[in-house]
Structure formats: C-alpha cells, structure tokens
C-alpha cells in the first residue's frame, strides 16, 4: 500500500518561510516523479511544482522563484521550500505521485498580511 505523509505547514506572516514534507512509503520512490498541488477555497486543486525521477523541475508561474521543489530519494521525501509567501500563497497543500491518484492527507497553509 502506497502512502504519502505530509508535514510542515501552518500559519506565517507575508514575505515568511516554511517548508513542507511528504514522507513516502510502498513505492519505489527513486522511479516516480512527484508534485505539489494546492487548493484555496473555492477554486480548483492547481499544479505548484513537479519534480522528475532524475530531478528536474518545473513551477507554476506564480511560484516561480520563490519556490523551491525538492527531494531526497534515500529518506523517500520530497519538499517544498517556501519563501517570500504572499496572502494568495493560503491553501491547503497537497503532495501527489505523478500520473497516479495517490496523495498526501494535505496540509493547511495560511499566509496573513
């Protein structure tokens, strides 16, 4: 059974810092490319940032930098470097394994102005 843990979010103030984790187990995790999603209230789940098995990386437009996808294949657990959060930043965080319907629980982010 394939499973995704995510940890770190929570509540900052604008031009602040967090960094998510999703801790991943039954997958080989090194093969598969992995993304983050959020979704705000009342909108559709979108695409932050997607990292391939061989470590590329592509963003979303509005994320661009200022944050950071990463992923340690050894510990199985990709992140999110999260800086100069904005109040648009606020949604609930989702970690995905590509191409798959499997996702992380979501973790709550909240940026206040």
């Known amino acids: 059974q394939v499973t995704l843990v995510e940890s770190g979010g929570g509540l900052v103030q604008a031009g602040g810092s967090l960094r998510l984790s999703c801790a991943a187990s039954g997958i080989i995790f090194s093969a598969v490319a992995m993304g983050w999603y959020r979704q705000a209230p009342g909108k559709q789940r979108e695409l932050v940032a997607i990292?391939?098995?061989?470590?590329?990386?592509n963003y979303a437009d509005s994320v661009k930098g200022r944050f950071t996808i990463s992923r340690d294949n050894v510990k199985k657990t990709v992140y999110l470097q999260m800086n100069s959060l904005k109040p648009e930043d606020t949604a609930v965080y989702y970690c995905?394994?590509?191409?798959?319907?499997?996702w992380g629980q979501g973790s709550q982010v909240t940026v206040s102005s």
């Open positions: 990292i391939s098995s061989g470590g590329s990386t």
């Open positions: 995905n394994v590509d191409r798959t319907s499997i």
